[in-house]
Antibody, heavy 121, light 107 residues
Framework: QVQLVQSGAEVKKPGASVRVSCKAS????????IHWVRQAPGQGPEWMGW????????NYAQKFQGRVTITRDTSITTAYMELRTLTSDDTAMYYC??????????????WGQGTLVTVSS | DIQMTQSPSSLSASVGDRVTITCRAS??????LAWYQHKPGKAPKLLLY???RLESGFPSRFSGSGSGTEYTLTISSLQPEDFATYYC?????????FGGGTKVEIK
């Protein structure tokens, strides 16, 4: 079965960076896009970007351009999201999600369990 | 950016009730709409895509409809396991955006 297992909770100070990992299993990793979505307390989800695990190509929401990097390591079927220059506004649950197949690759068919990132001085 | 506006933001309903949630886009998204169910402490689940296609594993009491800028999610007979927050998401534009959510609570 498809599984996305994320790394554990993080506490960071303002100005620091965080890297969250997402280990995929149960399917061919290079076939499906991986997205990153975050949800701050009391708010709706917010899409951050995607990676094509086959090519390594990425697309980021303009809001995060220059501050986020999504990468992957196909040898261990893992995607990563690094967010830099953290502020308290980045406190949120961060999810990786696998895109659906074909033309629906920008819907989120499977989700990781979430990684809570807390930014606090 | 395409803004997605959901209404209501919350509702109280009883088991067996028919529930309708609306999602309005700030421009035509030509049925490029998905709905997700999110329960506390769990990952969201894809419920519907292409506005009306039900994801496998969900019962037929869930349905979606709409076109252009206005879409609805209907639960024909609310069951105890349906109490959750529901989000719409458009995938028409390069920037993917979500609605603010509708929390369905027990009356």
């Amino acid at each position: 079965q498809v599984q996305l297992v994320q790394s554990g909770a993080e506490v960071k100070k303002p100005g620091a960076s965080v890297r969250v990992s997402c280990k995929a299993s149960g399917y061919t990793f290079t076939v499906y896009y991986i997205h990153w979505v975050r949800q701050a307390p009391g708010q709706g989800p917010e899409w951050m970007g995607w990676i094509n695990p086959n090519s390594g190509g990425t697309n980021y929401a303009q809001k995060f351009q220059g501050r986020v990097t999504i990468t992957r390591d196909t040898s261990i079927t893992t995607a990563y999201m690094e967010l830099r220059t953290l502020t308290s506004d980045d406190t949120a649950m961060y999810y990786c999600a696998r895109g659906a197949s074909g033309s629906y690759y920008r819907t989120f068919e499977y989700w990781g369990q979430g990684t809570l990132v807390t930014v606090s001085s | 950016d395409i803004q997605m506006t959901q209404s209501p933001s919350s509702l109280s309903a009883s088991v067996g009730d028919r529930v309708t949630i609306t999602c309005r886009a700030s421009q035509d998204i030509t049925n490029s709409l998905a709905w997700y169910q999110h329960k506390p402490g769990k990952a969201p689940k894809l419920l519907l895509y292409a506005a009306s296609r039900l994801e496998s594993g969900f019962p037929s009491r869930f349905s979606g409809s709409g076109s252009g800028t206005e879409y609805t999610l209907t639960i024909s007979s609310l069951q105890p396991e349906d109490f959750a927050t529901y989000y719409c998401q458009q995938y028409y534009s390069t920037l993917l955006t979500f609605g603010g959510g509708t929390k369905v609570e027990i009356k």
